[in-house]
């Protein structure tokens, strides 16, 4: 295998920690789904993307032993480092690739390429621990974060320097999910909607609406998180309901929904974003638990509102303060609307990560 670097070597190889569906172009093409942030980056960045299929073939016989150890994230990591002479950037989606990355990259002689990192959540002590002791923060040349919170912890804990960290809002198709995309359908009662399984507290909001005069539909599930439906085991009450959406009709239940509810255990890091995102873009607002990695997008009476973390009666009374002011609800979801529509649709997400990628290959 070669370890020195290609004379001809590619900008980016961009990974993607899972399948990418064979029918995928066709049902963005079709509207059936939303664009997809990888695909957008992969243009923005000239870069290759390599997914768990991919890596797969990369890997080779060494695939069966990998996925023992590490599962297909590891498989992933170690196609990154076969391949790396070949790029001049390497940007993985997670730490989960890009922590295995680094340490193949410091423990192995030879070419380099520069090594850019979206960090969800790297303050789980695990993470931080492997960092440490492996010293793998020098062989992570950008640390791309969506939490200020996250980008605190970085600076704070390996003394990275801050132009080596970006923070950057989440970011939507707001052209796919759109109030004019889809024309609300009239419901015999309120109705609102909560979204998503990554450390959602549902139990609480199943006690705060227990008995109100009103619909409640919980779509708990999602494309990436591993997380269990906090819904299992929860008494459900009569006007809950539990049930998946894809993404068309997700967009259906926004644009039925009064408003959107985001309960949250108390987290680090920016769960819940998607969903947030999507409902703004839909014009919708957003009630949201107030915990410390959840505080980068809603501004409180501004586009949404927080209520306190774990607590079911001030989600309660939230519930019925905002159903009983339509006005203040359509102005919290027009304002999120607008701030899509300037800062966090996918357009502006590909340009600050190509401008800070770009700026990172010239250090």
């Known amino acids: 295998m070669k370890t020195e670097q290609s004379d001809h070597p590619k900008p980016v190889l961009l ?26 980056l992969a243009r923005g960045l000239n870069a290759d993307i390599l997914d768990y299929a991919k890596a797969r073939i990369v890997a080779g016989r060494f695939t069966p032993a990998l996925e023992r150890l590490g599962g297909a994230n590891l498989v992933l990591a170690y196609a990154c480092w076969k391949l790396r002479a070949q790029y001049r950037l390497i940007l ?9 990355l680094a340490a193949f990259m410091k423990f192995t002689p030879g ?12 303050s789980v002590p695990k993470k931080a621990l492997i960092v440490d002791v492996l010293r793998l923060a020098s062989h992570i040349d950008g640390f791309i974060v969506y939490s200020r919170w996250q980008k605190r912890f970085i600076q704070d804990r390996w003394r990275v320097k801050d132009t080596r960290v970006l ?25 609102i909607c909560a979204v998503g399984l990554e450390r959602r507290d549902y139990p609480t909001l ?8 009103l619909d409640v539909v919980i779509a708990a599930a999602s494309p990436w998180s591993k997380r269990k439906d906090t ?38 890091f920016q769960a819940g974003v998607t969903a ?7 014009g919708k607002a957003v009630i949201c638990s107030r915990v410390p990695g959840q505080t980068d997008i809603i501004v409180d009476s501004e586009n949404g509102r927080y209520v306190t973390a774990c607590d079911p009666s001030a989600l309660r009374e939230e ?23 300037a800062e966090m649709n996918i357009d502006r997400y590909v340009k600050r990560l190509a401008e800070f990628l770009n700026a990172g290959q010239g250090d």
């Open 15 to 40: 990974t993607v920690s899972g399948m990418i569906p064979e029918n995928l172009a066709d049902q963005i093409a079709a509207g059936r789904r939303p664009h997809a942030d990888y695909l957008e």
């Open 206 to 213: 199943l006690k705060a609406v227990e008995g109100l005069d």
């Open 111 to 122: 070419y380099r390429p520069r090594h850019f990192m979206i960090t969800h959540i790297i």
């Open 92 to 100: 993985t989606d997670g730490e989960q690739i890009g922590l295995p």
């Open 231 to 268: 819904t299992a085991g929860e008494r459900i009450p009569d006007n809950v309901t539990v049930r998946k959406f894809d993404q068309f009709a997700l967009r259906q239940l926004y644009a039925d929904a009064r408003f959107v509810v985001m309960p949250l255990e108390p987290v680090e």
């Open 167 to 191: 923070f950057t809002p989440f970011m939507v198709d707001d052209r796919f999910f759109a109030p004019g995309k889809v024309e609300p359908k009239p419901s015999p009662r309120p109705f």
């Open 276 to 282: 947030i995102l999507e409902a703004m873009a839909m």
């Open 319 to 341: 519930i019925l303060r905002l159903l009983g002011r339509p006005e203040e609800a359509t102005r919290l979801g027009n304002n999120g609307r607008k701030l899509v529509e």
